[in-house]
């Protein structure tokens, strides 16, 4: 059973970010009545994928990615889809402090009981790295007792290595049709691996259903340097 919570935050950098790590969660805090906000830096313009078939160009891919995170949040039921209008893979070199800035802002004005984004050094792309050092950076200004909990999805190669197991773990399988759903609404970046994915499902392959039956996060250790 999803934890109640009063708000959540979700803050990731691309159009389908959200849809494979924590689109579940998102719809399962929605249909428990729980408010939520998504918000997405950027367009993911520099996508490398054009749709498969190609049906897309690097001119007309904002737009395409624009109107398919609109689609994905009507998957999750979501209502509150925030475009933050800054430049996909260009976050590493945005200043720190308007980053800091930008997530302090949103927790100002939803005043969030948790928040879901990445680990800081276990994210991979430097956009997600850019996020999650933005995010853990507001949090740590917030005095303790008035801080957001914070769900870090981290998928590094030595991940478990070093972090363990995860420390959250929600069941989403009541909610796999939306959560396909989500990924399905992306589909210029998931086209090949919905694919496999839906072969997976249908051979009940471990590996394709960890996708549909969990999501795995980590809580951030607050008293850690970033």
Avoid at 3 to 15: R, S, Y
Avoid at 75 to 80: H, K, Q, R, T, V
Avoid at 89 to 117: A, G, H, R, W
Wanted: proline share 6%; aromatic share 6%.
């Amino acid at each position: 059973m999803i934890e109640q919570e009063g708000h959540v935050l979700v803050i990731f950098p691309h159009p389908d970010d959200e849809a494979f790590g924590v689109s579940g969660t998102i719809t399962s805090y929605i249909k428990a009545g729980t408010p939520v906000t998504y918000a997405c830096l950027t367009l993911g313009e520099m996508g490398r994928n054009l749709g498969m078939p190609p049906f897309a160009t690097r001119e007309s891919l904002p737009e395409i990615r624009r109107k398919e995170l609109l689609k994905a949040a009507e998957a999750m039921g979501l209502e509150d889809l925030r475009m933050m209008g800054l430049r996909d893979k260009t976050l590493e070199f945005e200043d720190d402090d308007k980053m800091k800035q930008l997530v302090s802002d949103l927790i100002e004005e939803l005043n969030p009981s948790l928040i879901i984004s990445f680990f800081p050094g276990y994210a991979v792309h430097p956009d997600h790295e850019a996020t999650a050092r933005a995010v853990v950076a507001a949090l740590k200004e917030i005095d303790p007792p008035r801080r957001p909990k914070l769900h870090a999805v981290a998928f590094a190669n030595n991940t478990e290595e070093d972090l363990g197991e995860p420390d959250v773990v929600h069941d989403i399988r009541h909610v796999q049709t939306e959560k396909l759903n989500t990924m399905r609404a992306h589909i210029s970046q998931t086209a090949r691996m919905l694919e496999m994915l839906d072969e997976g499902i249908k051979n009940n392959d471990p590996e394709a259903m960890k996708w549909v039956t969990n999501e795995r996060f980590y809580t951030y250790n607050f008293d850690e340097l970033v």
